[in-house]
């Protein structure tokens, strides 16, 4: 099985992973608002999937990669990613 970094996965997050999100968000997007002033609900839009979140396997590393570490807080609900498929 070949996984390519630009396909979609699915986490479903824990209050650990949407502090994580949150102070991502804070630190990416805030700077666009002047430019983009809807930048978080653009952001919002694209990555909720019900009661999951939905993240090119790049950018679930990107946001979530330094906090994923042996004995680390999960940021997940059980550890659980879902390969959803090619982008």
Do not use: C
């Amino acid at each position: 099985m070949n996984i390519n970094i630009n396909d979609h996965v699915l986490v479903k997050l824990t209050p650990d992973g949407w502090k994580t999100y949150e102070e991502w968000q804070d630190h990416w997007l805030k700077p666009l608002l002047y430019i983009f002033p809807n930048a978080y609900e653009i952001e919002r839009k694209s990555t909720e999937a019900g009661d999951k979140h939905r993240f090119q396997i790049w950018q679930l590393m990107q946001i979530f990669g330094e906090k994923m570490y042996n004995g680390g807080r999960q940021q997940f609900e059980n550890n659980i990613i879902d390969w959803e498929g090619e982008a």
